[in-house]
């Protein structure tokens, strides 16, 4: 909820991360932390299936944004503990995610809760920011 900022170290790496929720009233704000962005990392509830066209929406006006050209994109599709979570394929599928030609992207299978997938995911930033600065 809301705004939080948190450096995390993984591979060598030291990650600033922005976190600036989700709340629909906040979203307007988010252009404000486009600049300089060298990773985009989209969190979306896996088990929440009514607001997937929503968060459709909102990543693709995310992918037009000219100040995240080409940004490479991680999906996390968290919550994968519940039994109601849809698995990260649907989720690829219903977001179009097949779609994106403009940059490199992954979705990624996780639980905030557990930890699974988590690491994976920020394996593939930290891959992926090298492939972006050469």
């Given at each position: 909820?809301?705004?939080?900022?948190?450096?995390?170290?993984?591979?060598?790496?030291?990650?600033?991360?922005?976190?600036?929720?989700?709340?629909?009233?906040?979203?307007?704000?988010?252009?404000?932390?486009?600049?300089?962005?060298?990773?985009?990392?989209?969190?979306?509830?896996?088990?929440?299936?009514?607001?997937?066209?929503?968060?459709?929406?909102?990543?693709?006006?995310?992918?037009?944004?000219?100040?995240?050209?080409?940004?490479?994109?991680?999906?996390?599709?968290?919550?994968?503990?519940?039994?109601?979570?849809?698995?990260a394929?649907?989720?690829?599928?219903?977001?179009?995610?097949?779609?994106?030609?403009?940059?490199?992207?992954?979705?990624?299978s996780?639980?905030?809760?557990?930890?699974?997938?988590?690491?994976?995911?920020?394996n593939?930033?930290?891959?992926?920011?090298?492939?972006k600065?050469?």
């Amino acid at each position: 909820m809301g705004f939080n900022i948190k450096s995390v170290q993984s591979q060598g790496f030291k990650l600033n991360v922005w976190d600036i929720g989700g709340q629909r009233k906040i979203r307007p704000y988010w252009r404000n932390y486009f600049e300089n962005t060298d990773i985009l990392i989209y969190v979306i509830d896996s088990a929440d299936r009514k607001r997937f066209e929503e968060t459709g929406q909102e990543l693709a006006e995310l992918l037009e944004e000219e100040k995240l050209s080409c940004v490479p994109v991680l999906i996390f599709a968290n919550k994968q503990d519940l039994l109601t979570a849809a698995p990260a394929s649907e989720i690829a599928e219903g977001l179009n995610l097949h779609t994106i030609r403009d940059r490199v992207w992954q979705i990624q299978s996780c639980s905030a809760l557990t930890g699974e997938g988590v690491q994976d995911g920020m394996n593939w930033v930290c891959k992926n920011v090298i492939a972006k600065k050469k």
